[in-house]
């Protein structure tokens, strides 16, 4: 089975700013888009927040203990993620745990990669998105 590829992103306008993550998770032809408004937050509390999104999402639909690829384009969250720098803002601790406790329930062969912010423009997309329609008048 090949491995499931996942692009996150999370960002917050005027950081801390209304934030929104996006998701877009690959499964061979199939393409499963999540964004979520998350309120005001940090851009970093963002991008973990997109993380832990996409991971239940992938759950949800059966892809547990598949290996998985997450790409996303906040170099400090992926380098975290995959214990090479430490965390040293208390406020992604939580965030940090969130997702580590959703990896090693269901996706123990995960790898976290950095890629540049063009290689992660649908992801992106989908952050703008769910700001601008949390923003937007009804």
């Given amino acids: 089975m090949t491995r499931l590829v996942i692009y996150t992103d999370g960002g917050a306008r005027n ?3 209304p934030a929104g993550a996006g998701a877009v998770i ?5 393409k499963i888009e999540i964004k979520k408004f ?3 937050q940090t851009n970093n509390w963002a991008e973990y927040e997109a993380v832990a999104l996409a991971l239940a999402e992938a759950k949800k639909r ?4 598949r290996a998985i690829e997450v790409r996303l384009d ?3 969250v992926a380098e975290q993620l995959s214990n090479h720098y430490q965390i040293k803002e208390e406020t992604l601790w939580p965030q940090y745990m969130k997702v580590h406790n959703l990896l090693v329930a269901n996706f ?3 790898v976290f990669n950095y890629v540049p912010r063009e290689q992660n423009k649908e992801a992106d997309r989908l952050v703008n998105e769910a700001i601008d329609e949390a923003n937007s008048p009804r």
């Fill in 74 to 76: 906040s170099q400090l």
């Fill in 26 to 30: 690959i499964d061979g032809a199939k």
């Fill in 38 to 40: 998350l309120g005001n």
């Fill in 108 to 110: 123990p062969d995960a």
């Fill in 15 to 17: 950081n801390p700013g």
């Fill in 62 to 65: 059966g892809f547990a203990k």
